[in-house]
């Protein structure tokens, strides 16, 4: 098992779906378009930062993970795990997604991004000398039966690009779950 990051494309309509009523409403059945980067998101996001402008690699260091939510976050650092009651909860309703106008700011940012360049960047030595999820995979191989490879993170760039070109062009909404 590892880490997933599942993109889930709502418009309007499911969106506010989904902010009326963020601890139990189902994302995928609102969802127009999904996808899932299993194990890789973090590498992508590296990638793609590396040497751009801050205010791109800013964005970029969001792509994953947005700041914006509806619901309720859980403060772990205010939790006393020492006296911790059985009726503490311990899972938030928080819902993080991007907004349109940062959907098509991601979508024009992603298809600057060339296959040549993105190659260039891929570096397996600097990303696992830095710890980028997951740790110490990553390698210059070239079969298509081993991932964690250049290969295997433009196909990854590729379904980004596509997901956040039509995200973008619908104007819609992006939710992200990282779990």
């Given amino acids: 098992m590892g880490q997933i990051a599942s993109l889930f494309c709502l418009d309007e309509a499911g969106f506010q779906q989904v902010a009326a009523n963020p601890e139990s409403v189902a994302i995928p059945p609102l969802a127009l378009a999904s996808e899932g980067f299993n194990k890789t998101f973090m590498g992508l996001q590296f990638v793609l930062a590396k040497g751009r402008p ?13 700041v914006t939510h509806v619901g309720a976050e859980i403060d772990y650092d205010q939790i006393d795990w020492e ?21 098509q700011a991601l979508a024009h940012v992603l298809a600057t991004v060339t ?13 696992n000398r830095e710890g980028v999820y997951p740790g110490g995979v990553w390698n ?10 250049a290969r295997d993170l433009l196909e990854e760039l590729h379904h980004l690009q596509h997901f956040f070109a039509l995200a973008s062009a619908g104007q ?8």
């Fill in 54 to 66: 801050p205010e791109q690699a800013a964005l970029l260091g969001q792509l994953f993970e947005p």
């Fill in 83 to 103: 006296n911790l009651s059985a009726d503490v909860p311990l899972e938030g309703t928080a819902v993080y997604y991007h907004d349109p106008a940062t959907v």
């Fill in 115 to 127: 296959d040549d360049a993105f190659c260039q960047a891929f570096n397996p030595d600097e990303l």
């Fill in 140 to 149: 210059r191989e070239v079969d298509e039966n081993i991932g964690y490879n």
């Fill in 172 to 179: 819609h909404y992006c939710i992200c779950y990282v779990g």
